[in-house]
């Protein structure tokens, strides 16, 4: 706690002028352009790897960047996120960003890891179809390769799944909204976005 409150001490420090300046102005309102939701992994850094200014990305992080399929019991709280975004925030994109080496998908794989854990056991049920994937494209059910690739699939099932919220239905019939997949590789930085046309994930 104390590290903290002293990092914070060295932060408003080290504050430029031109940047207190932003920050006052954004105290009076934000116009975020991306809707970024991405796992809650300490090691997923939204603002750090893509440079973003305050008030540029609207971030909703949860185990796993799971979105729920409109009107599953769990999850309301996201729904709000999102249909704020959306509708009054007006964003222009949105950014479902899965990452690799990530825990609640390894979890898919090794559900007596969950068996005192009920709540997040369910949660991951809205990953099943991503674990059906993973297991269609690696038949030799290696671990790790299992992991990657419903790192990818889970991502487009969440792409599939805000779809069906209406907020985000009615904008991208409208083409005032961009719907985009990505993973962020931990160990080399590296990001992949999913290609829809080729339904595969590419270098950026």
């Known amino acids: 706690m ?3 409150l002293e990092n914070y001490k060295e932060y408003k420090s080290d504050l430029s002028s ?9 105290a009076k309102g934000q116009k975020p352009e ?16 893509t ?10 992080q949860n185990a796993g960047n799971i979105i729920p399929a409109y009107g599953a019991e769990s999850g309301r709280g996201m729904v709000a996120t999102i249909d704020y975004a959306v509708s009054v925030l007006k964003v222009n994109n949105i950014i479902i960003c899965g990452h690799t080496f990530c825990g609640a998908m390894q979890a898919l794989f090794d559900p007596e890891t969950l068996n005192k854990l009920p709540d997040v056991a369910k949660w991951l049920e809205h990953s099943e179809v991503a674990k059906r994937i993973a297991h269609n494209e690696v038949q030799d059910g290696d671990k790790i390769k299992l992991t990657r690739a419903a790192v990818e699939a889970n991502v487009v099932v969440q792409m599939n799944n805000i779809a069906t919220h209406p907020s985000v239905a009615r904008a991208i019939a409208c083409n005032s909204i961009n719907l985009n997949g990505w993973v962020y590789d931990l160990e080399t ?16």
Do not use: W
Request: glycine fraction near 2%; hydrophobic fraction near 35%; aromatic fraction near 12%.
């Open 18 to 26: 031109s940047q207190l300046d932003r920050i006052r102005q954004l």
């Open 34 to 49: 991306y809707l970024f939701i991405s796992c809650s992994d300490s090691r997923v850094m939204p603002n750090l790897f």
């Open 189 to 204: 930085t590296d990001i992949l976005v999913y290609d829809k046309t080729h339904k595969r994930f590419t270098e950026a």
């Open 51 to 60: 440079k973003s200014e305050p008030g540029s990305l609207f971030e909703l």
């Open 2 to 4: 104390l590290k903290l």
